[in-house]
T-cell receptor, first 116, second 112 residues
Framework: DTAVSQTPKYLVTQMGNDKSIKCEQNLGHDTMYWYKQDSKKFLKIMFSYNNKELIINETVPNRFSPKSPDKAHLNLHINSLELGDSAVYFC???????????????FGPGTRLTVL | DQQVKQNSPSLSVQEGRISILNCDYTNSMFDYFLWYKKYPAEGPTFLISISSIKDKNEDGRFTVFLNKSAKHLSLHIVPSQPGDSAVYFCAGVMDSSYKLIFGSGTRLLVRP
């Protein structure tokens, strides 16, 4: 029984396309996140939602739009894909907002996006 | 601006010996530090954390040390096991920012 799941695991697409990555958590957590792991291997926060409310929106192009239909889901839509969007995208969840007592985040397995 | 730095991209140790993974940070406002472990094709998993008001936290074979004056923390694994081979990420978090700031990771290889 997977705690945080993402689909698809791999995504290969052409420049200019629009794609979505789905994330679901069955931990009953209130907070969900999207991270991007770039070519230098840094994991960088993109967005976080708490109870379906956007909390963090880092300096991310507005081609990236998160959608949270409910507390258990946080999907990532990417419009007009560019070569530089190629990366591994991780979804995560935690009970509280990160920072509160160093709350642990649980990560999904990642989605490797390749833009050709 | 890398607030959390892991300057050693890789480390190789013999099984049974101690593994020491290092992490430096520049932001003195971090309230907590966390270590995550990542196997290939999986997401990072939480390993151990330490509050900025502590200087040591231990959990089984894993101990994290924090030196605030040096803005340095380290993860000790004793004894190291082949199953510990993974990438280890250090992260800092401020209570007010609600986000983890990760280092670039150190790949640990424990040789049988």
């Amino acid at each position: 029984d997977t705690a945080v799941s993402q689909t698809p695991k791999y995504l290969v697409t052409q420049m200019g396309n629009d794609k979505s990555i789905k994330c679901e958590q069955n931990l009953g957590h209130d907070t969900m996140y999207w991270y991007k792991q770039d070519s230098k291997k840094f994991l960088k926060i993109m967005f976080s939602y708490n109870n379906k409310e956007l909390i963090i929106n880092e300096t991310v192009p507005n081609r990236f739009s998160p959608k949270s239909p409910d507390k258990a889901h946080l999907n990532l839509h990417i419009n007009s894909l560019e070569l530089g969007d190629s990366a591994v995208y991780f979804c995560a969840s935690s009970q509280e907002l990160a920072g509160k007592w160093g709350d642990t985040q649980y990560f999904g397995p990642g989605t490797r996006l390749t833009v050709l | 601006d890398q607030q959390v730095k892991q300057n050693s991209p890789s480390l190789s140790v013999q099984e049974g010996r101690i593994s020491i993974l290092n992490c430096d940070y520049t932001n003195s406002m971090f309230d907590y530090f966390l270590w995550y472990k990542k196997y290939p094709a999986e997401g990072p998993t939480f390993l151990i954390s330490i509050s900025s008001i502590k200087d040591k936290n231990e959990d089984g074979r894993f101990t994290v040390f924090l030196n605030k004056s040096a803005k340095h923390l380290s993860l000790h694994i004793v004894p190291s096991q082949p199953g510990d081979s993974a990438v280890y990420f250090c992260a800092g978090v401020m209570d007010s920012s609600y986000k983890l700031i990760f280092g670039s990771g150190t790949r640990l290889l424990v040789r049988p």
